[in-house]
Each structure stands twice: as structure tokens, then as C-alpha cells.
């Protein structure tokens, strides 16, 4: 059940109508002293779409700050490494970071991965054109073999945490291949999938919706085609029909 703070603020507008001064100001001063700030988006939330700002305090509760599956400084790690990889300042989670704990240890990891990501394009390359030239140097373990040389030796940078980190990054990055690879990886590491989930939705917030959509649509296919140990929860997702969204009839064009 929602917390009372989390009840609607906001009156219907409509037909061109806007919030008033004081209706607007409220508003933003009721999100700044339960987050601590505000940002630019929310001032035409505020004013012209209320039910909009209603629905973003609560999505922006569940998904960013409401503790799930991730422990707090785990969830920090992975927003720093997708952060670095959106180019997004993401001041509010620096402060986070530092306040669990981060150190400098953890930090030189994120912007390693964080590279990782961004030049994993060539392993996509290498798997698409030129695997059949080096059979003995598997594209896939060649990129896994990398993750593991840029974590040797830093403390309190797991595995998991590594690759929680680089799902959630490829993820924003729309890199499918890089999705691919890591979702099997974390299976491979025995890391729980609502883990998985968890960091792989974190990306929805600096890179949008379609990102999320994406890599969903890889686990699905990684599930369906049993390249990944499932459980039957995520099972029963992959075996539900139609989910490709709707479906459009191509029609004919032509001279009559």
C-alpha cells in the first residue's frame, strides 16, 4: 500500500489550463524535501501535467530508490558504471556512492568496466565476421577473460558485482551482444535473476524505456532457446505467446 506522501498531489487540468503558482510550488517543494532536489523536467510536470508529476514521484521511488535485490553499495557500483557509460552526471548517485562506502578501489573498477562496455563493439565484430579465422580464441570468453583481468587484485569488487554492473551497462547501451554475454555470465556465476532484473532496470531511468525493452527481448530469446538455465518463473514469461508487441498487417499499395 502506498505511503500517504505518495497520494496524488494534483487536481485535473485540461483544456489548456495550468496549475497555479502556489499549486506548482507546492509541488516541487514537497518532491525537493523528500529527495533533496529537483530537476528541470518537473517544473512542466508541475505546471501543465500534474497526473504526469504524481506518476513520476511514484516510479522514480520504486525504481531508483525503494531497496529490492541489489544491497545499497552493490546498487551504487552498478549505477556508476552505467552512469559513466550514459555520460550522465548523476550527482544524486556520486552522493550515494560515497555515502555507503565507495571507495577509490571500487571507483577505478567502474570507469574500467565502464570502458569495457564502450568497446565491446569489437567483440560483436570479431563473433560476426571474423570467429571463423580464430576458432581457438572464442569471442564471448575472450570478452569474459577481459572482465576478469580488470577486476584482479582490486578489493571489494566481486564478480557479481562486476557483472551486475556491465548487464546493467550494456543494457543502456543498447548492446545487444553485450547483453547476451552477460546474461549468460551471471547465470554462469550462479547470480540470482531477480538481481539480474534489478540491474538491468536501473538503465530504464538514464537511457529510457526502449533500452529496458531491448535487453528483455534477449533474455527472452536466451530463455526460449535454452542458452540459460531459467527458473520457472522466468519460464513461464518465455513460453507466454505474442509478445512482440501489436502486430501490424502489411497491406498492399498500389495503383488501382
Not at 68 to 93: D, Q, T
Request: net charge negative; aromatic share 10%; glycine share 8%.
Amino acid at each position: 500500500m502506498a505511503s500517504s506522501t505518495d497520494q496524488p498531489l494534483s487536481r485535473p487540468l485540461t483544456g489548456g489550463q495550468l496549475a497555479t503558482p502556489a499549486e506548482l510550488t507546492a509541488r516541487l517543494d514537497e518532491f525537493r524535501a523528500r529527495r533533496g532536489y529537483v530537476n528541470p523536467q518537473q517544473g512542466p510536470m508541475a505546471a501543465a501535467l500534474p497526473a504526469v508529476f504524481d506518476g513520476y514521484r511514484v516510479f522514480y521511488k520504486a525504481l531508483v530508490l525503494d531497496e529490492k535485490h541489489l544491497a545499497p553499495l552493490e546498487k551504487e557500483f552498478v549505477w556508476l558504471v552505467l552512469l559513466c557509460v550514459a555520460s550522465e552526471m548523476g550527482s544524486h548517485h556520486l552522493k550515494l556512492f560515497f555515502e555507503h562506502g565507495g571507495t577509490d578501489a571500487q571507483a577505478r573498477a567502474a570507469f574500467r568496466l565502464a570502458a569495457w562496455v564502450n568497446g565491446a563493439g569489437a567483440f560483436t565484430f570479431v563473433e560476426q565476421n571474423w570467429q571463423p579465422f580464430f576458432p581457438r580464441v572464442p569471442a564471448q570468453q575472450a570478452y569474459l577473460d577481459g572482465v576478469d583481468a580488470l577486476i584482479a587484485g582490486l578489493e571489494g569488487v566481486t564478480p557479481q558485482w562486476a557483472h551486475l554492473a556491465l548487464l546493467s551497462a550494456h543494457s543502456g547501451a543498447k548492446s545487444k551482444w553485450g547483453v547476451a554475454a552477460e546474461l549468460q555470465a551471471c547465470y554462469g556465476l550462479g547470480i540470482p535473476e531477480a538481481s539480474m532484473a534489478e540491474a538491468m532496470s536501473v538503465a530504464l531511468w538514464p537511457c529510457g524505456a526502449n533500452a529496458f525493452h531491448d535487453a528483455a527481448g534477449v533474455w527472452l530469446e536466451l530463455v526460449r532457446s535454452g542458452r540459460v538455465n531459467a527458473s520457472p518463473q522466468f519460464q513461464a514469461w518465455a513460453a507466454m505467446p505474442s509478445q512482440d508487441g501489436l502486430e501490424l498487417g502489411v497491406r498492399a499499395c498500389g495503383n488501382d
